[in-house]
């Protein structure tokens, strides 16, 4: 115990004249979390020793001692055997601390020039942006399944929905390929706030910046940064990145979360318009009958959690006057599971859209229930001279009609239909098919199933970039 809390306080020399408590100690300590942060520190110590160096601050000894510290630390941590102390607090402290066991006074030399403050920053900023290209690389996976299965079903029918009412016909294809376009605009978002991320804050040192002769630039070129943050106090302060990518999530967790609605929606035997693979399911305890579509659900659910994470960093901000604030340790939590999250919830949808399996005749049963061609009706009218209004009229009397008589548009005789408006002739019942519906929706947008095929083309151009 003694032996332990000696070793923290080394960290802040003699300042101090008592110890804090096992609580205090438990509650400001954040290494249970931040060493997921490790390889990432060790990777930002490693350039600012190297710039350290190549400006005389440290010497080529100290640089060679702490690089040959540093790779034994990083295999104790890949191997697991890396001792995380509470005691240490963070994972700065902790690698700091075994480093000068390993290689001494050059250990202790690593932090010249450097604070905690704009260390964990640049931690941070890291993390992310290796985050956010496996999250980019993942939609892009999940767009691909999603465009492979479109194209199975460029032709294949469905009832359109608005308000959940049976609407027009759509296609099944179609109908993906606007997630595909969500999860684009996503990916996007994703993208240019890699760009805010990709900032390097450290040689802000605590908040001021440091009177060491350091060379940023040199330090963010090292680390793959495209410019240095430009100003200190700013530097080591706002998390608005990591706002600004919960935001971000949270967007496509919506995304997800709406889809998972529909999948839901879909495999429902009153519905049953496709079937989601088993290993994506689970049984009941009690009812032998039901196979549950869980991950959809799941992932509906926990799009909660990221939002909340989002009010969270949100609210972990407002407050905070410049510079530093110890209030800013809570970042990582929220942000962690944020990604975990994502990547979790993409890998398997990704997986999961390869394994569904779609019913198109009950597709094709629903949409031909519902007038789904009504409005095809009205525009046939409508070309055929009669204003829109009036065609809208005329075409309400007929499904009202089909309603009583208990059939579709298409299968009314031509003298009953023609009692509705005497523009209707015999070709009419080419626009009351399905087929017919979907086909002349044929523009840029439209759901007709060469421009289905067409939107496809478009979006595997966009994935092989
Ligand atoms: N563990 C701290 C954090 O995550 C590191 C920075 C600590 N800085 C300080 N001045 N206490 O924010």
New binding site residues.
Partial sequence: MTAQLSKKSEAWSARFSEPVSDLVKRYTA?VFF?KRLALFDIQGSLAHAEMLAAQGIISAQDRADIERGMAQIRSEIEAGQFEWLLDL????LNIEKRLTELVGDAGKRLHTGR???D??ATDIRLYMRAAIDDILALLKGLRGALTDLAEQHADTIMPGFTHLQVAQPVTFGHHLLAYVEMFGRDAERMADTRRRVNRLPLGAA?LAGTTFPIDRLRVAKTLGFEDVSHNSLDAVSDRDFAIEFTAAASVLMMHISRMSEELVTWMSPRVGFIDIADRFCTGSSIMPQKKNPDVPELARGKTGRVYGHLMGLLTLMKGQPLA?N?D??E??EPLFDTVDTVLDTLRIFTDMAAGITVKAENMRAAALQGYATATDLADYLVKKGLPFRDAHEAVAHAVRACDDAGCDLSEMALERLREFSPLIEQDVFAVLTLEGSVAARDHVGGTAPNQVRKAIERVRAQLAE
Wanted: proline content about 0%; charged content about 40%.
């Fill in positions: 954040s931040d607090e963070d994972v700065h604070s905690r403050n260390q964990v605590a530093y110890k800013n340790q970042d990582k």
